[in-house]
DNA sequence: TGAACATATGAACAATTATTCATATGTTAT
DNA sequence: ATAACATATGAATAATTGTTCATATGTTCA
């Protein structure tokens, strides 16, 4: 134990915090806005829904790679998709992105 | 090359995106969230400031691991530290922090 | 100066994850 | 039904990363 007050402090501290469960959730959702090639996806998606081949060609990787991510996404809730015809359209899912990538980009802009 | 209208696509929406660079700062940026352990000591120093003793025993973890993490945290100007005598206290830099865990949560509960 | 304590750092290990290749599934048109 | 195409998935590989132990650095006080 460190300083005087340190036992009040970690207990005061505890008291505040959101449950385990919930931070670790969160640390799942926000691992997804972690490597870069699904942020590309995402960000090509704010424009407009997409098929897996434009997508593929617009991030520059394997039709694979791009069909492995987008599950990912879908997983998380963040894209969803409409089949058309050979196509699979996918487009974002929630309004949250936009904010999240906003205040990303503020950040690393100071 | 896939439907009839691919290439245009493919060329418009490369055109409205952030350059490569920056979305891979972005995605180094989140990568810091997605992380449980991260996620956890930045929701403590939502409170107060806090020395790293503190920080692990409320986290649970070695004082090794946090202070590892608090080095992550700095690197990306998510925390400061400030030295008081035999203690490091750490605070949180930045008030985009809140705002992208409040987005978060907000996703995560729907 | 040296002992005691808080924090930081390096090396090693285990675990997770992104990518690719090969192939399966699903869809359309002949 | 079969060929042609778009997408999804499984397995393998390479790379990244979180944690821990051991130890170094920094600080205070006797």
Redesign the pocket.
């Known amino acids: 134990?460190?300083?005087e007050d340190h036992k009040d402090i970690v207990k005061e501290i505890k008291g505040t915090m959101p449950d385990a469960d919930t931070l670790f959730e969160l640390a799942d959702f926000f691992?997804v806005f972690?490597?870069?090639?699904r942020i590309r996806i995402m960000c090509a998606l704010f424009e407009k829904e997409l098929?897996?081949?434009c997508i593929a060609d617009i991030v520059g990787?394997?039709?694979?790679?791009v069909?492995?991510?987008?599950?990912?996404l879908r997983q998380e809730n963040l894209v969803k998709?409409r089949?058309e015809?050979?196509?699979?359209y996918y487009s974002l899912e929630d309004e949250h992105i936009q904010k999240i990538f906003e205040m990303g980009l503020e950040h690393i802009m100071e």
Chains 1, 2 share one sequence.
């Open positions: 134990m460190a300083h691992k972690g490597d870069s090639t098929s897996v081949c990787m394997e039709q694979s790679t069909s492995h991510q987008l599950r990912v998709v089949r015809g050979k196509q699979s």
